[in-house]
């Protein structure tokens, strides 16, 4: 059964391996593009014996590597006697390549031999044997950014190891809207204790603060709504592949009603096992 902790990713030139890495380093990979193939049973050992702090990693390598066609073969067979790497290799139709290398204005590996047409069909020649020993075959063909990174996530990670990481933000309106935000909240109408004299100096960690915010019962259908927002979203995303998610919420000053808003859906996300890290960035201003 092959280690989906351990990944080589091979195939054409323009089929996406190095976007696929990506992806995988998203995941939490411990990726390396175009390492030479004779490293790898040398990494193996030392990966083995955990003198790495790297549970997960995947290696990109293929046909730019000189002699890589001839020697893989060997170098696999070597490193299956060890450990059983889940080989990948990625394809795609010779129309799709054309495009993309035109698009990229990149030269094709093999240039010299012929004509782009003529590489790319003597690299399916060259690895076929390659593409035989594989054990996920990928063609990209037909396969947006967002349906490889999807693709990707459901096959090679399992669903109970996949942790997207959570920002939550706190800001105030007068001093400007987080730039990296991804979702933004408004909570300007909620009740405002800055107009409040014992509460003005106080934050929205504290609370006598959060108590009479909450006492509102417009404040109360606001936090169901959102809430029941949040939690209908979240596993879209995760299932899209989203690897990261920054949610800001703000208020006038970012000192009260943002502030406690995002303790309360803090509180909610990690009881629902959540990674979660929050900042008030405007809380003292």
């Not at 049973?41 to 001839?70: H, T």
Request: with cysteine; charged share 30%.
């Amino acid at each position: 059964m092959a280690d989906y902790n351990f990944l080589i990713i091979t195939g054409l030139s323009g089929s996406g391996k190095t976007t696929a890495s990506r992806f995988f380093e998203d995941l939490g990979y411990y990726c390396m593009d175009n390492i030479p193939a004779k490293l790898i049973p040398n990494f193996v050992d030392l990966w083995r014996k955990k003198e790495f702090q790297i549970d997960k990693v995947a290696f990109v390598i293929d046909i730019r590597e000189a002699g890589f066609v001839s020697e893989f073969p060997k170098i696999l067979k070597k490193i299956r006697k060890r450990l059983s790497p889940c080989v990948i290799f990625m394809e795609a139709s010779d129309e799709t390549i054309i495009k993309r290398f035109s698009e990229s204005r990149r030269p094709h590996p093999l240039t010299g031999q012929g004509t782009v047409i003529q590489n790319i069909h003597l690299e399916r020649e060259k690895l076929a044997e390659i593409k035989n020993l594989s054990d996920e075959v990928i063609d990209t063909s037909k396969t947006s950014i967002s349906d490889l990174k999807k693709l990707i996530s459901d096959r090679f990670l399992k669903k109970s190891e996949y942790r997207i990481q959570i920002m939550l933000i706190s800001f105030g309106y007068k001093y400007g809207v987080p730039l990296d935000s991804d979702l933004v909240f408004d909570t300007r109408f909620l009740p405002n204790p800055h107009y409040v004299d014992h509460l003005r100096d106080k934050t929205g960690q504290e609370k006598e603060v959060s108590d009479y915010i909450c006492h509102s019962e417009t404040t109360k259908k606001y936090i169901e709504n959102l809430f029941a927002f949040i939690d209908f979203q979240l596993p879209y995303l995760i299932e899209e592949g989203k690897s990261y998610l920054t949610i800001a919420i703000g208020c006038t000053g970012g000192k009260h009603r943002s502030v406690a808003v995002a303790e309360w859906l803090k509180e909610h996300l990690e009881s629902k096992k959540y990674s979660i890290q929050i900042t008030h960035r405007d809380i003292f201003r």
